[in-house]
């Protein structure tokens, strides 16, 4: 235990695994390189230690080529890949240049079917809802704007006509009006024509709010109650505590430790 305490606070373990994990959010796999010994990294890692961690999602670790040896246990998984470094990106190159032999990474994926490389993000089920609440919080704040304030409706009283487009009177009447509706002055001169104020409206979002949230919480699968809490503060319930630490083991035990922990332990031995 107190070997792992002190390699965990020497390499920052479990933050670098989570951020592999986080980007499996929006990858469809995440590699952690193994910082081991060797001035080139195209070369299978030695046994020499292990010096630093470093998480990257599929656009900075791209594959090259496959490992075609059908008995081997990592047949069609990556022989290499090319990692961009930030000192590549920098435009100091790595030794051996940034292509990464398999032996110094760990490949992760979440959600895989029918494949030991690619799974499937996590947002990718959730994206879709999680922008209709853009547009839902967005519109709702443009709706209650606009319906606070109607605005007002000008017609021609009986026997008399809107003056001509361009006219000085249309001038006069359309800089009246704006100034009114703009709050320039509280009070408009105009003549032969009607002012009607359309009045106010109330709107409310919530129940579309609460349509789209529930459906975004269905596919997250976490209870309302964990994923917002609650309005008034209030713990929730136990029975979604409950079912939320569930999915919590469950995702300890299916997806954390053999997709991250085992693989770096196994690595390290």
């Given amino acids: 235990l107190k070997e792992w305490v002190a390699l965990n606070e020497r390499l920052s373990v479990i933050q670098i695994l989570r951020q592999a994990d986080v980007m499996l959010g929006f ?30 999602d599929e656009s900075q670790a791209t594959i090259q080529g496959y490992i075609d040896d059908t008995r081997s246990e990592k047949f069609a998984m990556p022989a290499a890949y090319s990692i ?9 190159p790595m030794p051996g240049g940034n292509t990464v032999h398999w032996s110094r990474v760990i490949h992760a994926s979440e959600n ?20 209709d609440l853009e547009k839902v919080v967005g519109g709702g704040a443009e709706a209650a704007w606009l319906a606070v304030y109607k605005g007002i409706l000008l017609s021609a009283r009986e026997g008399a006509e809107l ?10 009447l359309d800089k009246q009006m704006n100034a009114l509706m703009h709050r320039m002055q509280r009070f408009a001169v105009v003549s032969d024509v009607d002012v009607h104020d359309l009045g106010v409206e109330t709107v409310s979002i919530s129940d ?29 319930s136990s029975q979604d505590k409950e079912e939320w630490n569930g999915v919590i ?21």
């Fill in 249 to 269: 083991r469950s995702r300890r035990t299916h997806h954390a430790a053999p997709e991250f922990l085992n693989p770096f332990i196994n690595w390290c031995i």
């Fill in 208 to 236: 579309i709010f609460g349509v789209v949230v529930s459906d975004a919480a269905a596919t997250l699968g976490v209870p309302q109650r964990i994923w917002l809490g609650s309005e008034r503060g209030e713990l929730a």
């Fill in 163 to 172: 003056p001509a487009t361009g006219s000085p009177e249309a001038d006069n």
């Fill in 112 to 131: 895989k079917l029918g494949s030991r490389l690619y799974g499937r993000p996590r947002l990718k089920n959730l994206i879709n809802r999680l922008y």
């Fill in 27 to 56: 990858s469809r796999y995440s590699v952690v390189f193994m910082g081991a010994p060797g001035t080139d990294f195209s070369q299978p890692a030695g046994n020499d230690g292990l010096f630093y961690l470093m998480a990257f």
């Fill in 84 to 92: 961009s470094f930030n000192s590549v990106d920098q435009g100091a």
